[in-house]
């Protein structure tokens, strides 16, 4: 059986085949109070080929080098929602990365940014979205398991969406991760990432 998808005349994001046992690595947790909370358990091997989606809706190893304006797309079903100017608004007040298995360089790589693009088109990156969450972190912050890093905003690696929102998209928004330096590839590396969000303001119909 082959594996495949495609994005429909709805913007839907359709799998087939063997396509459709891909696993879901992110989600939003039960969290009580004001706070919403997203996780993510990104693999940072070049193995796992059928984890993780490309923008054009092909699988591809994590950790394989991309540019900013083509970044893999992690998480095919966990959406921010859109955030607009005269409605309610995305803010973002801290984000974590927690080191499970701590990293290994294959090839290159000097770390990772995670970001966020169109849910709609899996293809437009909203202006300063390549590192929304996560800007540039060194390998040094994800070599030991156990090792820890909260962002806020103006936090050293906080990506540029933490601590405000002035951003306005009228699309919601998916995850999206690159990898930074040379070939850009790891041979070992498991962390979670944790994106406590809100929303305020008006909602519109």
């Known amino acids: 059986m082959v594996a495949g998808s ?3 005349t ?3 994001f359709l799998k087939f085949g063997t396509a459709k046992a891909t696993p879901e690595i992110a989600g939003e947790f039960l969290n009580y109070g004001e706070v919403r909370n997203v996780e993510a ?3 940072l091997t070049s193995t796992n080929a059928n984890q993780y989606w490309s923008t054009a809706s092909s699988p591809v190893g994590y950790g394989v080098t ?3 304006n083509s970044p893999l797309i992690v998480s095919d079903t966990e ?3 859109a955030s607009i100017t005269t409605g309610s608004k995305l803010f973002i007040e801290q984000v974590e990365v927690i080191t499970l298995t701590g990293m290994t360089v294959l090839s290159g790589a000097t770390g990772i940014s995670i970001g966020v693009i169109s849910a709609n088109d899996r293809a437009t990156i909203p202006s300063g979205g390549s590192t929304a969450i996560v800007n540039a972190m060194a ?3 994800f070599t030991t398991t156990g090792q820890k890093v909260i962002m806020n905003t103006g936090s050293t690696y906080a990506g540029g969406y933490i601590g405000t929102a002035a951003t306005a998209t009228t699309y919601p928004l998916l995850l999206t991760l690159t990898t930074i330096g040379g070939a ?3 041979s070992a590396g498991l962390i979670k990432v944790r994106i406590k969000y809100n929303m305020f303001g008006t909602i519109v119909q």
Request: no cysteine; aromatic share 14%; hydrophobic share 45%.
């Open 6 to 8: 495609w994005l429909n």
């Open 10 to 12: 709805d913007n839907l």
């Open 41 to 43: 358990l990104l693999d």
């Open 66 to 68: 991309n540019a900013a």
């Open 79 to 81: 959406i921010f929602p």
């Open 139 to 141: 390998n040094s912050q």
């Open 184 to 186: 850009g590839t790891y």
